[in-house]
């Protein structure tokens, strides 16, 4: 190890999380120094192409000259609010995202994380409804903190935090029928992904939502749509209930909000829901940072950049590329490649065996490519690349994935494991 990789591995080690420093170690990467548009840059000088997209932070790329300037211009002015004066910038942001919402979704609570805008939305629901109960989906994650924890669906993260927040169940992801068959007048709100993100990018089907949103009707509760990794073009459509035809009760954004330069999370909803939560106490959810003028700024800019670089469409076409061209590999690799779905620049690749997916993930990241697997799914390489990108680079990501399974494929099969 280079100086600089040994210097920071000691400190993980010792300061940050050693176990971390383990599997950042394994992973083979060495210290990221810089980055620019779809790549990451070492302390040696290496280029990686990035196709994790930091988790869908990165719809604009790394540094987006656009946000970066409008961030550098306000940190000189005011970089964090007073909190006692009227900003004009949380105004005009948070008329910039109802301007880009679905339907009648208006008002916005601005915070700095997706699971921040999770518990904000689970607050919110009790409120509204007077109900405490939740139906989330298995598979489903929505964060970490203890109320988003609560609704995630997949164990290994609660177990040793019990008791969760009560009052969650969770049922099949697409299964319409489960929902309805729990759903009562105690329920305050039914929490899903359109795109299942860290549960390995399972999409809904089409009449997945429209359904939804008839029972929550019907049961008086409210439809929580988890837009944090989906929202701002990264389904080929600006927020992927869009998709849909379906406008939600209430919806969660973050990561991408923030035009991977500042931390920015929101959870918008209606005026119908707003006056009765906030209406007589405005105070009674709050967040010292949420809405600080560099979120605001760097929010607005990428709004207008995913408009102005017509980011969505794009979305759409290289997602229909990179998605026929994984499907044509893995005509090549049934055996190890069992599915590859998505939606936009929102795709998986489902391997049979999780060890096949690590190989290959490794494999991608010698070829100087950037991929990581799911979290509440490791046999499910994802693909979320910045908006920006390009068919060229498309076809890179192509031809390294079609030699990294072959290397893996190759490797099994002398072993006779195959
Ligand atoms: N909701 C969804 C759908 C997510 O994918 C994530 C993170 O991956 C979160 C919530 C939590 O966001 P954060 O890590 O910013 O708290």
């Not at 004066?85 to 008329?95: K, S």
């Not at 995202?97 to 915070?111: K, T």
């Not at 019907?218 to 600006?238: C, H, N, P, S």
């Not at 100087?368 to 920006?388: D, F, H, Q």
């Amino acid at each position: 190890m280079d100086d600089i990789l040994q210097n920071t591995f000691d400190n993980y080690t010792q300061f940050v999380n050693p176990g971390l420093a383990q599997l950042m170690k394994f992973a083979g990467f060495g210290v990221e120094v810089r980055a620019e548009g779809m790549y990451v840059y070492d302390d040696k000088g290496n280029a990686f192409m990035d196709f994790l997209g930091g988790y869908g932070v990165f719809a604009l790329g790394h540094c987006h000259p656009k946000v970066i300037q409008a961030v550098k211009a306000q940190l000189d002015l005011m970089p964090l609010s007073s909190k006692v004066f009227f900003n004009a910038l949380v105004g005009e942001f948070c008329a910039m995202i109802a301007s880009v919402m679905p339907g009648d979704l208006q008002y916005s609570f601005l915070c700095n994380s997706g699971t921040e805008a999770v518990e904000a939305a689970i607050k919110i629901a009790r409120k509204y409804t007077g109900r405490h109960k939740f139906i989330a989906t298995v598979g489903g994650f929505h964060g970490k903190s203890m109320g988003a924890l609560s609704a995630t669906g997949r164990e290994q993260y609660k177990a040793d935090f019990l008791p969760m927040v009560p009052g969650f169940e969770h049922v099949p992801f697409n299964d319409i029928d489960a929902v309805s068959g729990i759903i009562g007048d105690d329920t305050a709100g039914v929490i899903v992904e359109v795109v299942q993100g860290e549960g390995g990018i399972n999409v809904a089907s089409p009449d997945y939502l429209p359904a939804l949103k008839e029972i929550c009707q019907k049961a008086g509760a409210l439809l929580i749509v988890d837009e944090v990794q989906t929202g701002f073009g990264r389904t080929g459509k600006m927020f992927a209930v869009n998709h849909t035809g379906v406008v939600p009760d209430i919806m969660t954004i973050a990561k991408a909000l923030g035009g991977g330069v500042v931390p920015s999370g929101a959870m918008v909803s209606s005026e119908r829901v707003w006056k009765r939560v906030f209406g007589d106490n405005p105070l009674i959810h709050t967040s010292t940072f949420g809405g600080n003028p560099l979120a605001c700024v760097a929010g607005m800019a990428t709004i207008k950049a995913i408009h102005d670089e017509n980011l969505c469409q794009n979305s759409e076409e290289r997602g229909l590329q990179l998605l026929t061209g994984l499907k044509k590999i893995q005509a090549k690799y049934p055996e190890v490649l069992t599915e590859i779905r998505g939606i936009g620049l929102m795709i998986g690749i489902q391997f049979e065996m999780e060890d096949v997916a690590k190989l290959v993930m490794s494999g991608l990241n010698h070829r100087g490519i950037i991929a990581a697997y799911t979290l509440n799914n490791p046999s499910v390489v994802r693909m979320e690349p910045a908006l920006i990108i390009t068919s060229d680079q498309v076809n890179t990501l192509l031809k390294s994935f079609d030699e990294s399974v072959d290397e893996a494929y190759s490797g099994l099969k002398s072993l006779g494991l195959l």
